[in-house]
């Protein structure tokens, strides 16, 4: 007599590593991209207008993050799940977009003027103390960036596991972060864009 034993299907894989490997290595390579004193890149077209696209990547980030709590608080899943992929797909243009703009330009300083990279007292003065404003905000933009990319990651493959409850915890603390990065990164764009 045969038992009709259920069979449990594999637990979904788990990407831990690859998901902190991507998440040491994706920082180090933009922090070494703006640190480091290197030729500029010649991508055959012109990259001066990317800040521009990153803002609009950013901002559409911000609204699709906005949607996705929508869509979740009134059980529209499906919805929800399609707007937090393509803020997803968004983040990924911005990345891929934001090497290219840093491998090709040189970095572009609040305050300067006549865009010699360099500023003068004068050009401090004119800035005056919005200039600590906009530094503030920067770094606080750049250091949660990196931050966000584990907890998008591992929000992901909580969803991915079925692990709904851990899912749910995991998202109070990365869609808040994730929302400040996107709203900071447009509004970094519009303090600096002067000085482009």
């Given at each position: 007599?045969s038992?009709n ?7 979904p ?29 010649n991508?055959?077209f ?13 901002s559409?980030t ?11 608080r ?7 799940k ?6 997803i797909?968004?983040s ?9 703009y840093h491998a090709?330009?040189?970095s572009v ?6 865009h010699?990279?360099l500023?003068?007292?004068?050009e ?25 990319i ?13 692990r ?5 915890r995991?998202a109070?603390?990365t ?22």
């Open positions: 007599m038992q034993i259920p069979v449990q299907p594999p637990a894989r788990s990407f831990t590593k690859a998901i902190i490997i991507v998440s040491i290595a994706i920082p180090a390579a933009v922090a070494f991209l703006i640190m480091v004193p290197q030729a500029k890149l991508f055959g012109n990259t001066s207008m990317l800040p521009l696209f990153h803002a609009i990547l950013n559409s911000a609204i699709l993050l906005l949607a996705s709590l929508y869509f979740i009134h059980g529209q899943i499906r919805a929800h399609r707007a937090n992929w393509t803020a797909v968004l990924t243009i911005f990345l891929a977009s934001y090497v290219i090709s330009n040189p300083r609040y305050g300067d003027l006549n010699d990279g500023l003068s007292d004068g401090k003065a004119q800035a005056g103390p919005m200039r600590y404003v906009y530094y503030v905000i920067l770094s606080s933009h750049i250091i949660l960036s990196a931050v966000i584990p907890f998008v990651l591992f929000t992901l493959q909580r969803a991915y596991q079925g709904f409850d851990k899912h749910r995991l109070k603390i869609w808040p972060l994730w929302l400040y990065v996107a709203v900071t990164g447009v509004v970094v764009y519009v303090m600096i864009s002067p000085y482009y």
